[in-house]
């Protein structure tokens, strides 16, 4: 079945470091990819999404570009702040499968001063 | 932008009661709406599928009994955790996908529930 593993957390970085959140799936036929982020006691927020290979989607500084060969969609951001502390979620969903999402296990990021 | 409420925010209810959680599609009709449950620190484990104007989806191991779900128009679909135990005690998440095809689903700020 479908599936999404990320790298493990927590991960913990200095404000304006490089950011990179490895994420794999594995699903049958072309799924769509997203991350999502969960801010303290909070739902989830849409952060980006692709659906097809090659895209690359990109919000606030944070880009993952979807990866058929490699079958992966790496959450990366070029300088991080103290503000992007959250739980980064990536999660897939396959074709004709109404919307439903399969969510990787989470990384915890937490950027100090 | 389509949005999903969720209702309430939280929750403290003694074992043995029920307790009933809203999700409401503000501006946007969804036939469908997703249920999800997250541990402390762990990811979002699919519960079930809520279908309007017909019976929810189960995941498997999810017991149909004590988690209720009903769709009751295209705008709300609600849960409810009957005869509650401390072991129930989760945040609940629900989430609606967007009113357009392809639109990604969206995420209402969750229930946290908490069983004494």
């Known amino acids: 079945g479908n599936s999404v593993t990320q790298m493990e957390g927590p991960v913990t970085l200095s404000e304006e470091a490089f950011l990179t959140i490895n994420c794999t799936y594995t699903?049958?036929?072309?799924?769509?990819l997203f991350w999502y982020v969960q801010y303290p006691g909070e739902g989830l927020q849409l952060l980006l999404k692709?659906?097809?290979?090659?895209d690359k989607g990109s919000n606030k500084g944070f880009e993952a570009t979807y990866r058929k060969e490699t079958t992966s969609f790496h959450l990366e951001k070029g300088s991080v702040q103290v503000s992007d502390s959250a739980v980064y979620f990536c999660?897939?969903?396959?074709?004709?499968?109404?919307?439903?999402?399969?969510f990787g296990q989470g990384t915890e990021l937490s950027v100090k001063p | 932008g389509a949005v999903v409420s969720q209702h309430p925010s939280w929750v403290i209810c003694k074992s043995g009661t029920s307790v009933k959680i809203e999700c409401r599609s503000l501006?946007?009709?969804?036939?469908?709406m997703f249920w999800y449950r997250q541990f402390p620190k762990q990811s979002l484990m699919l519960m079930a599928t809520?279908?309007?104007?017909?019976?929810?989806?189960?995941e498997q191991g999810v017991e149909k009994d004590k988690f209720l779900i009903n769709h009751a128009s295209l705008t709300l679909s609600t849960l409810t955790v009957t005869s509650a135990h401390p072991e129930d005690s989760s945040f609940y998440i629900c989430?609606?996908?967007?009113?357009?095809?392809?639109?990604?689903?969206?995420f209402g700020n969750g229930t946290r529930l908490t069983v004494t």
């Open positions: 692709a659906t097809k290979a090659d």
């Open positions: 501006d946007f009709q969804a036939t469908t």
């Open positions: 809520s279908n309007e104007g017909s019976k929810a989806t189960y």
């Open positions: 989430s609606a996908p967007g009113g357009s095809a392809g639109s990604p689903l969206h």
């Open positions: 999660a897939l969903s396959g074709r004709n499968q109404g919307g439903k999402l399969i």
């Open positions: 699903a049958t036929g072309y799924p769509s």
